[in-house]
């Protein structure tokens, strides 16, 4: 943004409201660092969320499973300073909101606190409709999940599709009706067939933000690595690649690292020069010493 640009008007819950209202399809991008931050808002998406994937994707970990509070703090703090327009959400990591309502609405505030975010999101139905409940009750907005949870992808039987029979697809749906009548302000669902999303929308009357939910929900979220083809993990089925930038990348530093053993680089242009004078008086200052 240029120094006379004025600021962008900020999204709020009831501009993702008005979308839902209208029709009009909410654009959601899961992002880590302030880089990717100016990126998206740069783009024009609608809601930021920094997702416990990072731990994955940008962190290096096996699964979501190890990451921190202190570090999911740390990369929502970075987001948030590098967006103006967007709604920030933050997802709270496993272990830090499960155990009582005490604990989940102590995370929770300190989200808000240290890192600016607008809602954090949990995880599932079950107990964690408890916890939204109480994060709402103490002020904060809730972002609910239902689906493929990758906290608990183990007990779901790995990272695979949710609710494809008609026993899983109601619990999903009655996770999803207690989410929203605990008070959560909008839900993601997840890697779910598109029948159920189908089944799961007349009922909503949140905003609903698919990832391999199909197209009835009010709008989608992908990774930023994801759709940009920069993280080297495998890709979901949900997934699609807009870019293919870890290969632009490589072959740029293949570039530099085979100009800087050519000597090719630094060529003079990228170098700094002093006056001649000053050069020259240098040199006798050296050879007087």
Same mark, same amino acid.
């Given at each position: 943004? =240029?120094?006379?640009?004025?600021?962008?008007?900020?999204?709020?819950?009831?501009?993702?409201?008005?979308?839902?209202?209208?029709?009009?399809?909410?654009?959601?991008?899961?992002?880590?660092?302030?880089?990717?931050?100016?990126?998206?808002?740069?783009?024009?998406?609608? $809601? $930021?969320?920094? !997702?416990?994937?990072?731990?994955?994707?940008?962190?290096?970990?096996?699964?979501?499973?190890?990451?921190?509070?202190?570090?999911?703090?740390?990369?929502?703090?970075?987001?948030?300073?590098?967006?103006?327009?967007?709604?920030?959400?933050?997802?709270?990591?496993?272990?830090?909101?499960?155990? =009582?309502?005490?604990?989940?609405?102590?995370?929770?505030?300190?989200?808000?606190?240290?890192? !600016?975010?607008?809602?954090?999101?949990?995880?599932?139905?079950?107990?964690?409709?408890?916890?939204?409940?109480? #994060?709402?009750?103490?002020? /904060?907005?809730?972002?609910?999940?239902?689906?493929?949870?990758?906290?608990?992808?183990? =007990?779901?039987?790995?990272?695979?599709?949710?609710?494809?029979?008609?026993?899983?697809?109601?619990?999903?749906?009655?996770?999803?009706?207690?989410?929203?009548?605990?008070?959560?302000?909008?839900?993601?669902?997840?890697? #779910?067939?598109?029948?159920?999303?189908?089944? #799961?929308?007349?009922?909503?009357?949140?905003?609903? #933000?698919? /990832?391999?939910?199909?197209?009835?929900?009010?709008?989608?979220?992908?990774?930023?690595?994801?759709?940009?083809? /920069?993280?080297?993990?495998?890709?979901?089925?949900?997934?699609?690649?807009?870019?293919?930038?870890?290969?632009?990348?490589?072959?740029? $530093?293949?570039?530099?690292?085979?100009?800087?053993?050519?000597?090719?680089?630094?060529?003079?242009?990228?170098?700094?020069?002093?006056?001649?004078?000053?050069?020259?008086?240098?040199?006798?200052?050296?050879?007087?010493?």
């Amino acid at each position: 943004m =240029s120094a006379h640009a004025a600021p962008k008007k900020r999204i709020t819950l009831g501009d993702l409201a008005a979308k839902k209202a209208a029709g009009e399809p909410i654009v959601m991008v899961t992002a880590y660092d302030y880089p990717g931050a100016q990126i998206v808002d740069a783009a024009g998406v609608d $809601v $930021v969320l920094v !997702g416990d994937s990072a731990a994955m994707t940008v962190l290096g970990y096996d699964s979501t499973v190890p990451v921190t509070v202190d570090e999911m703090i740390m990369l929502t703090a970075a987001v948030r300073r590098g967006l103006q327009a967007p709604l920030l959400i933050a997802d709270l990591p496993f272990g830090s909101y499960e155990a =009582s309502d005490a604990i989940a609405v102590a995370t929770a505030q300190r989200f808000v606190k240290e890192t !600016g975010c607008d809602l954090v999101k949990i995880e599932r139905g079950g107990t964690s409709v408890d916890r939204a409940r109480a #994060i709402v009750a103490a002020g /904060i907005p809730v972002v609910g999940h239902v689906g493929l949870t990758p906290q608990t992808a183990t =007990s779901l039987g790995g990272y695979r599709a949710q609710g494809r029979t008609a026993e899983e697809a109601l619990r999903l749906r009655d996770s999803a009706v207690a989410l929203q009548e605990a008070g959560c302000s909008a839900i993601v669902l997840e890697a #779910i067939p598109s029948d159920v999303t189908a089944a #799961i929308m007349p009922l909503m009357e949140i905003p609903v #933000i698919g /990832i391999g939910a199909g197209t009835a929900t009010d709008g989608q979220v992908l990774v930023f690595h994801d759709l940009l083809g /920069i993280y080297d993990g495998g890709a979901a089925r949900f997934v699609k690649r807009y870019a293919d930038l870890r290969t632009a990348a490589i072959a740029g $530093v293949e570039q530099y690292t085979a100009e800087v053993r050519e000597r090719v680089y630094p060529a003079p242009e990228h170098g700094y020069g002093m006056p001649a004078a000053e050069a020259e008086r240098m040199q006798e200052l050296l050879a007087g010493r």
